[in-house]
Every structure is written in structure tokens, then in C-alpha cells.
């Protein structure tokens, strides 16, 4: 029999299954990644530089749905809320990768460029060094909460006794549609006006 064409296994076919499992399940595992792809589990690791290897590659395929672009529109405030918009669409559209993601460390060298980028833009709006990661991260906690809302069920509070807690049953009915959109425009509407706030006095003065 010939060789296939087309080789069973490479890291594009690796990181796709993977992600596959991710939305499905919520995790991998290399055996389920080499099944799935009907191969032997150590031949997965020829490709791949074992679970880690794999968790970086996700990264840079949900990170590549970012538009870095972004990051370059002036004024600097609007260059960071266009990345913050984009990178939220990102996770939303894989909501169950942010666990695993966001709980191991980011190696992935185009990601680490994102991230050089993010820093530049505020450093050369002129944020001291010392409040740029704390921007970031809090920019994050922000986006990928967000983007988990985004795919939680519309009903997160179900109320069998209405009338031991009938104000918060009558504010649920109030919020109407689109919940989760609305919270979001609230939460980086305060970010960016205490980031504003804090580029006139920063930490470092």
C-alpha cells in the first residue's frame, strides 16, 4: 500500500482536533487527539512538544482571530478598546478554551508580540511602567469574563420563590435582551475612563 498524499498527522491537524475537544468538552488529551486522528498517541508527540506544546498552539489559533490592527489607531484609548472588542469575539467564539488558557503560562511567540504591542501603545501614550501589566491584566479579566457571559444560558438566575427575593425578580425582568453586550459596554466604559483618569496621575509620579 502507498503512503497517503496527504500525512495523517501535523501540527495544524493537531491544534484543530484539539480545539474541537476544547469546545466539545472543555479539554484534551493527546490519546483522544492521536483517536480522533487515527494515529498512535506517540506519534502526536513527534509533531508537538507534548501537552504544553499543544495548550501554546491553541493559544496562537484563538489569539490569530485578534486583529492586532487595532493596536495601531490613534488616539491610544481607541486603539486599546478596538483590541479589547476584537479580542473578546476571539475567546467568545471558544468559551470553553479561556479555563485552560488563561490558567497556564503564555509562551506562544506571536501572542508575546500581541502583548509587546499592547505594552508599546500604552508606554508611548505615557502610562508609567508600573501600571501597564496592571491595565492589561484588568483589561483581560474584563474581555474574557465577557466572552464566558456571552456564552452562559440567558436564565443564570432561576428564582423558584420569587417572593423571597422579589426585587431581584423584578431588576432581571427589567434588563430586557442583550445582557451580556450591555454589561460589557459598561464594564469598558469604566476602564478606559479610570485609565484616562490614571494616565493624569499615574502611579509612578
Known sequence: MG????????????TTTALELVDEQGDFSVPQIAKRLGAQTGSVYHHVDGRDGIVEL??????????????DVAPWDAGLEGWARSYRAAFAAHPRAIPLLM???????????????????????????ADVMVLIIALENLVLGSALDLAAPETMWVLDDATATPRLGEVLAAVGEGRADRAFEVGLAGFLSHARTLLLSPSGA
Open 58 to 71: 491553541l493559544r496562537e489559533r484563538v489569539a490569530d482571530s485578534i486583529d492586532p490592527g487595532t493596536l
Open 103 to 129: 490558567t497556564s503560562p503564555v509562551r506562544a511567540p506571536r501572542v508575546l508580540e500581541q502583548y509587546e504591542r499592547a505594552v508599546n501603545l500604552l508606554l508611548d501614550a505615557g502610562f508609567a511602567p
Open 3 to 14: 503512503r497517503p498524499r496527504t500525512p495523517l498527522l501535523d501540527r495544524e491537524r493537531i
